[in-house]
């Protein structure tokens, strides 16, 4: 059995409620301060393929606090061996190129996504440049109306390079995810 | 960060609501079975998702459930006489059966058949494992009786306890997939608590303190892997399940039974705890039934007479910081489960999720939400049952176990991870 004193609230010496756990009720929260306690992120999301790219489109015109969206642009398989990050072939929604190392710089979260496992060495450039920077990669594979075989080679394709790997059936959990994040 | 409105949808569940019609889908656990242990005893006051209840055990043995007041001018039936066959009002002697069919109305002829007319809302209540469950939803939608493993096996071989927590049923259960939190906050108890310490695996979640997740959805919920660095690059995978709305595992260690919990609201405000025992090929040994009488695992101390924690917001939980300093435990709380009770108490009543920062580690309750929210909005919209209701989707286990880096959890665990009768946990 545990050896603990006793403390036992003792209604002769009240305690003030804010000091204490029992300001644990409703009208306390609302003393809690209002006060931003947090600075706008910066989220870096790469859509790894078409699919993704297109799950990814249908949402990077809702209001998002700065967050960038960019897309792999299809040159055939990148070799991580051989390619630098700056030659990475990126793009913004517009069409314009990026450059990874341009838009690693300063980011606090990088969100892969992706719904083939074609683009793994892609995967590989990004999150080693994430890694270096100490960025937090998190990977989602979206598996909608796929068999358990393809989900899987998506799946592997980030499991080296990803902090968090989620498996998500639908595409709207993207913007479920984004928006938790703040992104 | 959760925006007001869904943070409002998933946290309310008085009837009316829309989480309120999801709960009332499922089997939910109302009671312990001791505390009705025998015919006419002592009846008992429920609350759940919001409505006041009265349970009680008739001279048959018939189990009820129904509308804690009287039809006749509203008495706690609280303090009715539970005699021949059901349960009288003491005002003035109106008498229910275990349906809250009223079967008499002593002021009136019994020819006159007035006390037909007057029935209490009531709901099924049926005993699985040393649980009292019940339905609180339409009959026509009465789902196939719960199928949860440790409700399923011999009474030696499970216990189960309840406990009072004084926040939404939502913030506490986060903490039960929350498996990011285990490395720090119950840090102190793995290496003391009885029914956790001197398993091989509790040193892969020492050395390794920076887990990788991985969260994969499955038809009833979800599957939250947590993966740690062992021996020969291999991984230490441990898997929590997800059933929906409220049913969550903690991966096992070693042969300790294993031990889970239902996270059910009685109010918007408050919740029960239930946290179950269990190992699935043997009986619990007396010593680790008399450790979880005594409060150790996911289990607590009481006030007396009572299912309100020894520790509780009325005496800071009995905060230690000495031994919060030496590092007995993390937090200065004694026991895991009232480490989990007193941060998420403190919270406040429902935590305003407009003002978190989540991060990425947070996906498992990310996932759980958004699932939540599409099944109430399905329902809601579309009259869609949701996930959890059926048995297929209940016979999950948790898991913990050492894989080589290629395999994905989900398929190299896949047996590991549903109950197959008769088969031992997968655990180090
Ligand atoms: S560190 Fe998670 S709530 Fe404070
Ligand atoms: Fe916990």
Redesign the interface.
Known sequence: ??D??????DPNHPTLLGS???A???E??RF?VQYP??RTRSSRIFALDAGAAEAMYAITEDPWNGAHFLTLVDRGPVDPATTDARDLPLAHPDGTSADLTEETDGAD?V?LLATSGDNEGAAEVIAREAFHRHI???GLALGSGKS?ASV?RV??SM?RF????????DN??IP??L????A | MLRKEYNDLLTQTDPGTSMGDMFRQYWVPALLASELAENDCDPVRVKLLGERLIAFRDTEGRYGLMDEFCAHRGVSLWFGRNEEGGLRCPYHGWKYDHTGQCIEVPSESAESGFCQKVKLRSYPLIKVGDVLWTHMGSEENRPPEPAWEFANLPPEQTYTSKRWQECNWLQAMEGGIDSSHVSFLHSGSLKTDPLFKGAKGNQYNQNDKKPVFEVVESDGGLYIGARRMAEDDHYYWRITPWVMPSFTMVPPRGDHPVHGHFWIPIDDENCWAWSFDYHPTRALTDKERQAMIDGYGVHNQYVPGTFRPRQNKDNDYLMDREAQRRGETYSGIWGIAMQDASLQESMGPIVDRTKENLVSTDNGIIMARHRLRKACEALRDKGIQPPGLVPEHQQVRSAARVLPPDQPFKDAMKDDLTVRPGVKQTSV
Do not use: I, Q
């Open positions: 059995m545990m603990l004193k006793e403390v036992f609230f204490c756990a029992r644990a009720t409703a306390e929260a809690r306690n947090s979260v969100v937090m990669c998190a358990d899987d799946v592997n499991r990803a902090t968090v790997l989620v498996v998500a059936r709207d959990y479920a995810m928006t938790a994040l703040r």
